[in-house]
């Protein structure tokens, strides 16, 4: 099946910003933007944005998301130790008829 | 505020069947598209299948010839069901719920259960 393409890692220093990419075609990002999510080793994955840039409750606006053509972006302002986690996009692929992820993205903290 | 209880066989030899039930607590099971992710060990997400309250289903492709999804209204329950597993399908299952509202471009996983380990051994 084919997915959503994110770099498998990224590596920031403490309150640096870090940009996440996620890149699609016009059948599932293009058309219907980006959700992401954000998973701690042990956890199950925690929404982080929908529809590109809408939060849900709770979520710090250090967060934020775009999106530009097929690619999908998450921005992290101020980086904690915190956000160490991996990040995932998803979204609906209208060809497949089935959800997508991206490979997901390791972000370090150092 | 909505919770997902999921539960399951833990351990199975290949060419078993595996076999998850989810439950929903606390909101509206016809508001969402229930889904089945996976997580093998190490790796990302992914996507197993869905289904809606009607019993409307989509499956991933690659899995499709060996999963089915069904619904208990009823009850506010789905499963998942696997046949003929192998090693392959050791991972970390999760059931989902994703809100649709393609009107206004909503596509994303709302909630989500703790999760279960699926091994699959002789």
């Known amino acids: 099946q084919a997915g959503l393409t994110q770099p498998p890692s990224v590596s920031k220093g403490l309150r640096q910003t870090a940009t996440l990419t996620c890149t699609g075609n016009?059948?599932?990002?293009?058309?219907?933007?980006a959700a992401w999510l954000q998973q701690h080793q042990g956890h199950p994955p925690k929404l982080l944005s929908y529809?590109?840039?809408k939060r849900p409750s709770g979520i710090s606006e250090r967060f934020s998301a775009s999106r530009s053509g097929n690619t999908a972006s998450l921005t992290i302002t101020g980086l904690q130790p915190e956000d160490e986690a991996d990040y995932y996009c998803s979204t609906w692929d209208n060809s497949l008829s089935a959800w997508v992820f991206g490979g997901g993205t390791k972000l370090t903290v150092l | 505020q909505v919770q997902l209880q999921q539960w399951g066989a833990g351990l199975l030899k290949p060419s078993e069947t595996l076999s998850l039930t989810c439950a929903v607590y606390?909101?509206?099971?016809?508001?969402?598209?229930w889904s089945w992710v996976r997580q093998p060990p190490g790796k990302g997400l992914e996507w197993i299948g869905q289904?809606?309250?009607?019993?409307?289903?989509n499956y991933n492709p690659s899995l499709k010839s060996r999963v089915t999804i069904s619904v208990d209204t009823s009850k506010n329950q789905f499963s998942l069901k696997v046949n003929s597993v192998t090693a392959a399908d050791t991972a970390v299952y999760y059931c989902?719920?994703?809100?649709?509202?393609?009107?206004?471009?909503?596509?994303?996983?709302?909630?989500w259960g703790r999760g279960t380990v699926v091994t699959v051994s002789s």
């Open positions: 606390g909101g509206s099971f016809r508001g969402y598209y």
């Open positions: 016009s059948n599932n990002v293009g058309n219907q933007g």
């Open positions: 289904i809606n309250h009607s019993g409307n289903t």
């Open positions: 529809r590109n840039n």
């Open positions: 989902a719920g994703a809100v649709v509202v393609t009107a206004m471009a909503y596509w994303y996983f709302d909630l």
